[in-house]
């Protein structure tokens, strides 16, 4: 009896099964780079009912699963045993790079006060919802770097810097243009704060996503089409406020609301950033002038 190996394996079925399977695998070795790398061991704040390390755990798995679906839905392979060793190089890239992200958000992103003490002593949600934001956003931008439109791990990871570049930037600008020290105000545990940020990170997240994926030939042609499509888009982001502040919550000062650590203030924020920053996902592309 002759089995045909090949056919089985392209078998739509079994080929899922397959790819649950290295997917299960690579969830777990994200789960060990966690404990290896970051300031915290999930179970241990479990057991302690620490929900604010929780809830920047959960981001950072919300992002691992981004990149391992960036790393599945990229072009395919001429037969099904490349595909899946592709798979298996940009979801192992992409895991790295998340592992470096946390090591970024605490030394780059959030250096101005011990990240360790606000989510293990202080419990500062605040904070928990920044790395949440971080570790989503990121997860975004990695799985556009590993979706391999572009082509090649070494240009996923010219692009993943690429944007946390942007992204320190969008920061800094974000402190600036606010009436209030956006780490003196998560030091100081104003929740309303964090959750504000935290919005505004995803939100950039989702629109340096938007600007890395796309089908370009040649790195001069790519780079060109990420620029435009950044600069244009990151110049709409700051309408938002306007039209938060002008228009959808009209009757409050949205900064002096957050600045009180209004919580709700802030939860209105977060929703509203990453709204628009949807709609310029699907909707906006600026990509045909060039």
């Not at 699963?65 to 060793?85: E, H, N, Q, R, Y």
């Not at 419990?123 to 997860?139: L, S």
Request: proline fraction near 2%; aromatic fraction near 14%.
């Amino acid at each position: 009896m002759n089995i045909n190996i090949s056919s089985i394996v392209n078998n739509p079925v079994v080929s899922s099964i397959i790819y649950l399977m290295i997917s299960c695998i690579m969830l777990y070795l994200s789960k060990y780079m966690f404990d290896k790398f970051a300031i915290f061991k999930p179970e241990a704040q479990v057991k302690a009912s620490n929900h604010t390390a929780t809830l920047a755990f959960c981001g950072y798995m919300f992002g691992i699963v981004a990149i391992l679906v960036g790393a599945f839905v990229g072009p395919t392979a001429k037969s099904f045993k490349a595909d899946l060793v592709m798979y298996i190089a940009y979801a192992l890239a992409g895991i790295v790079l998340m592992t470096l992200s946390g090591f970024i958000t605490r030394k780059i992103m959030l250096n101005r006060f011990d990240n360790s003490k606000e989510l293990l002593q202080d419990k500062n949600i605040g904070t928990a919802a920044v790395y949440f934001g971080f570790y989503v956003a990121h997860g975004l931008i990695i799985a556009a770097c590993v979706n391999g439109e572009i082509g090649g791990i070494l240009s996923s990871v010219f692009y993943y810097f690429l944007s946390v570049c942007f992204m320190f930037i969008f920061l800094r600008i974000y402190d600036f243009i606010t009436p209030y020290s956006i780490h003196k105000e998560l030091e100081e545990d104003n929740y309303a704060a964090g959750i504000a940020l935290a919005g505004n990170i995803i939100a950039i997240g989702i629109i340096l996503m938007k600007a890395t994926l796309g089908d370009v030939e040649g790195w001069k042609n790519s780079l060109i089409t990420y620029f435009v499509d950044l600069s244009a888009i990151i110049l709409m982001l700051p309408t938002v406020r306007y039209i938060l502040g002008n228009f959808i919550v009209k009757a409050i000062n949205i900064n002096k609301e957050i600045q009180q650590n209004n919580v709700a203030a802030g939860l209105i924020e977060f929703t509203c950033i990453i709204c628009f920053a949807l709609l310029v996902f699907f909707m906006v592309d600026f990509t045909v002038a060039i």
